[in-house]
T-cell receptor, first 114, second 112 residues
Framework: QKEVEQNSGPLSVPEGAIASLNCTYS??????FFWYRQYSGKSPELIMS??SNGDKEDGRFTAQLNKASQYVSLLIRDSQPSDSATYLC??????????????WGAGTKLIIKP | DADVTQTPRNRITKTGKRIMLECSQT?????MYWYRQDPGLGLRLIYY???????NKGEISDGYSVSRQAQAKFSLSLESAIPNQTALYFC???????????FGPGTRLTVL
């Protein structure tokens, strides 16, 4: 089974600072990578997707992909208390039944301290 | 209006009861999924369907069954609920080629 690894945290970051979240994956053939935000008791919400090496920016969020090193990261600039949530990394990979699925990390809990 | 809806949003039931959770979507996606999430744990795939005639087991399908009634509807059944099925259940949809998934609001199920 292909794996996606994240530090469970919690990661504590002061308000206004940059939060850096990391994710590593085992399937070298993976082509699609996603970051989801999940507030406690709520459903995961897609915030970033990235498909090629390099950086992709969307507002205060930047996703970074390095396929050679098999990691994907999410940077949140000017962190706000409302960014406090669990961030899930998901990678499109081949599962045991040979279908392509999203393989999920367990998530990193981010706490932004005012 | 929500693109992916789930009913009920909360359900408390007793051991041995049959329970059905329903999911509907207006996104026009062919692919639909059922996940469960336990406190502090990640998402675990129960069943998925690539179209009305294609249903596949996920990593934790034992004790569950599904029905894909139409492109827009995908139901999850617990034939005889047990306490360790207490969890948050999510339905999701996705489109090709990248497979990014969009989630419903979830159903909080408690089995006493």
């Amino acid at each position: 089974q292909k794996e996606v690894e994240q530090n469970s945290g919690p990661l504590s970051v002061p308000e206004g600072a940059i939060a850096s979240l990391n994710c590593t994956y085992s399937d070298r053939g993976s082509q699609s990578f996603f970051w989801y935000r999940q507030y406690s008791g709520k459903s995961p919400e897609l915030i970033m997707s990235i498909y090629s090496n390099g950086d992709k920016e969307d507002g205060r969020f930047t996703a970074q992909l390095n396929k050679a090193s098999q990691y994907v990261s999410l940077l949140i600039r000017d962190s706000q208390p409302s960014d406090s949530a669990t961030y899930l990394c998901a990678v499109k990979g081949r599962t045991r039944d040979s279908n392509y699925q999203l393989i999920w990390g367990a998530g990193t809990k981010l706490i932004i301290k005012p | 209006d929500a693109d992916v809806t789930q009913t009920p949003r909360n359900r408390i039931t007793k051991t041995g009861k049959r329970i059905m959770l329903e999911c509907s979507q207006t996104k026009g996606h062919d692919r639909m999924y059922w996940y469960r999430q336990d406190p502090g744990l990640g998402l675990r795939l129960i069943y998925y369907s690539f179209d009305v005639k294609d249903i596949n087991k996920g990593e934790i399908s034992d004790g569950y069954s599904v029905s894909r009634q139409a492109q827009a509807k995908f139901s999850l059944s617990l034939e005889s609920a047990i306490p360790n099925q207490t969890a948050l259940y999510f339905c999701a949809t996705s489109d090709i080629p990248h497979n990014e998934q969009f989630f419903g609001p979830g159903t909080r199920l408690t089995v006493l």
